[in-house]
């Protein structure tokens, strides 16, 4: 059979087309917004649950007092009359603590239910803040300016939720001031290696150096309350190993001006972690200790 040269030509357009589109998809990172979109339905549920829960005890924090811990609020440094950006803010307890402790808040996190939940709260207990509901991949599509924050500060639970830290370091570098700085504190990639469901030994279980592809979770349950059953029962998180976040910061312009690592973590991340007077969560005495928690102080330089 002949075919019209026109017609060879559309024929060499499909066969090309459908030979790319899953890597253009791929390269356009649908795939990612796709597990994201899918953690974003889980942490919209969460919200609601999370706000009511002891773990969070929002009740006690309209009384007064601060959520975040002294050593956070010692390696932060005075905050008054500063402009402080929280990354994944959830429902902003610890966003409306630093705005009791003085600065001039604004809290971001993808869930609309947080945000909603976050502004009522803000309301109900008088404290001025900002809340804007953005995956942080799409900041640039905020109302957020560029160079207008003294501090940009995530915590507890954060970067395991983003597939790219390089994206996140350019956007925490994009809105920071010159002479500004990044504050992190959270859970450390080589506790983040162990097995959570072993109930009495240390045993790696996940990676400890970033991989695209996620870990891959179903879960019913949230660590703020256990006996919850959820309906978004999948979840998708990504390890990042500390070379790779100090130096997708690094990249970013950033200065590194601190690493600490803590043996003790925020919350009971394995099951056979014991909470001590401090409030922090220790590996009990048996265990050569390694760390649980690290953080980082990072300034965008004024050169
Ligand atoms: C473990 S919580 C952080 C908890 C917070 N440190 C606290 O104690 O209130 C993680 C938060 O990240 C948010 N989150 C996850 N992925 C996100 C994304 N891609 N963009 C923005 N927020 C995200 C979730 O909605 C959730 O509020």
Same mark, same amino acid.
């Given at each position: 059979?002949?075919?019209?040269?026109?017609?060879?030509?559309?024929?060499?357009?499909?066969?090309?087309?459908?030979?790319?589109?899953?890597?253009?998809?791929?390269?356009?990172?649908?795939?990612?917004?796709?597990?994201?979109?899918?953690?974003?339905?889980?942490?919209?549920?969460?919200?609601?649950?999370?706000?009511?829960?002891?773990?969070?005890?929002?009740?006690?924090?309209?009384?007064?007092?601060?959520?975040?811990?002294?050593?956070?609020?010692?390696?932060?440094?005075?905050?008054?009359?500063?402009?402080?950006?929280?990354?994944?803010?959830?429902?902003?307890?610890?966003?409306?603590?630093?705005?009791?402790?003085?600065?001039?808040?604004?809290?971001?996190?993808?869930?609309?239910?947080?945000?909603?939940?976050?502004?009522?709260?803000?309301?109900?207990?008088?404290?001025?803040?900002?809340?804007?509901?953005?995956?942080? /991949?799409?900041?640039? @599509? %905020?109302? !957020?300016?560029?160079?207008?924050?003294?501090?940009?500060?995530?915590?507890? +639970?954060? =970067?395991?939720?983003?597939?790219?830290?390089?994206?996140?370091?350019?956007?925490?570098?994009?809105?920071?001031?010159?002479?500004?700085?990044?504050?992190?504190?959270?859970?450390?990639?080589?506790?983040?290696?162990?097995?959570?469901?072993?109930?009495?030994?240390?045993?790696?279980?996940?990676?400890?150096?970033?991989?695209?592809?996620?870990?891959?979770?179903?879960?019913?349950?949230? /660590?703020?309350?256990? @006996? %919850?059953? !959820?309906?978004?029962?999948?979840?998708?998180?990504?390890?990042?190993?500390? +070379?790779? =976040?100090?130096?997708?910061?690094?990249?970013?312009?950033?200065?590194?001006?601190?690493?600490?690592?803590?043996?003790?973590?925020?919350?009971?991340?394995?099951?056979?972690?014991?909470?001590?007077?401090?409030?922090?969560?220790?590996?009990?005495?048996?265990?050569?200790?390694?760390?649980?928690?690290?953080?980082?102080?990072?300034?965008?330089?004024?050169?």
């Amino acid at each position: 059979m002949i075919i019209p040269r026109e017609h060879n030509l559309l024929l060499l357009l499909i066969v090309k087309y459908n030979f790319l589109i899953p890597f253009a998809r791929y390269r356009c990172g649908i795939h990612m917004k796709e597990y994201i979109k899918i953690n974003k339905k889980r942490w919209e549920e969460l919200a609601t649950i999370h706000f009511k829960s002891e773990f969070y005890n929002v009740e006690k924090f309209k009384e007064g007092g601060i959520s975040i811990s002294d050593l956070e609020i010692n390696e932060v440094g005075d905050v008054k009359g500063k402009k402080l950006l929280h990354l994944q803010c959830h429902f902003g307890k610890d966003t409306l603590s630093w705005a009791r402790l003085g600065a001039h808040v604004t809290g971001v996190d993808f869930s609309s239910r947080a945000i909603e939940l976050a502004r009522q709260l803000s309301a109900e207990i008088g404290i001025e803040a900002t809340f804007i509901q953005s995956d942080i /991949y799409d900041l640039d @599509r %905020t109302s !957020l300016k560029q160079n207008c924050f003294d501090i940009v500060f995530t915590s507890n +639970g954060a =970067i395991y939720w983003l597939p790219d830290l390089k994206k996140w370091a350019q956007f925490i570098s994009h809105f920071l001031k010159l002479g500004g700085f990044f504050y992190i504190l959270d859970s450390h990639p080589t506790g983040n290696i162990f097995d959570d469901e072993c109930e009495n030994d240390l045993i790696v279980r996940y990676p400890y150096f970033h991989q695209e592809k996620p870990l891959e979770f179903d879960e019913e349950g949230s /660590y703020a309350d256990e @006996r %919850t059953k !959820l309906t978004n029962t999948k979840e998708y998180g990504w390890a990042h190993d500390m +070379g790779s =976040i100090v130096n997708s910061l690094i990249e970013a312009g950033l200065r590194i001006d601190f690493v600490h690592e803590y043996p003790f973590v925020a919350w009971k991340m394995l099951p056979f972690l014991e909470q001590k007077g401090d409030g922090w969560w220790h590996l009990p005495e048996r265990f050569q200790q390694v760390p649980l928690t690290f953080s980082l102080k990072a300034t965008k330089n004024s050169v």
